[in-house]
């Protein structure tokens, strides 16, 4: 059974940080690009990162560059997205993605989900 489990989300002050994880489980690793989206309450489904576990290259779309990180062990099956630089408008409830490679890692295209983890940042 393919999982995706989310966890790390949370409350946090506007210009602090949090780091989530995505653990997965039931499909092999390296085959697959993971990419985290987040959705605010009224909003839509939006990027803010992705990562190819098999070399670690990564992307992100300006509305993060420079603030956020994605990173990956593949000993544990798990991508970790580090945020740094937070503001109100990342509050959301973040979710981990993937697809099977080669992927562009749009939010249509993936293949699994996971149940997301809320992030509140206070202002």
């Known amino acids: 059974e393919v999982q995706l489990v989310e966890s790390g989300g949370g409350l946090v002050q506007s210009g602090g940080s949090l780091k989530l994880s995505c653990a997965a489980s039931?499909?092999?690793?390296?085959?697959?690009?993971i990419a985290w989206f987040r959705q605010a309450p009224g909003g839509e489904r939006e990027g803010v990162g992705c990562?190819?576990?098999?070399?670690?290259?990564?992307f992100y779309p300006e509305r993060v560059k420079g603030r956020f990180t994605l990173s990956s062990d593949s000993a544990k099956n798990t991508v970790y997205l580090q945020m740094n630089s937070l503001n109100f408008g990342d509050t959301g409830v973040y979710y981990c993605?993937?697809?099977?490679?080669?992927?562009?890692?749009?939010?249509?295209?993936?293949?699994?989900w996971g149940r997301g983890t809320p992030v509140t940042v206070s202002r």
């Open positions: 990562i190819r576990p098999l070399d670690d290259v990564s």
């Open positions: 039931g499909f092999t690793f390296e085959d697959y690009a």
């Open positions: 993605a993937a697809e099977g490679v080669p992927s562009h890692c749009l939010v249509n295209d993936m293949d699994y």
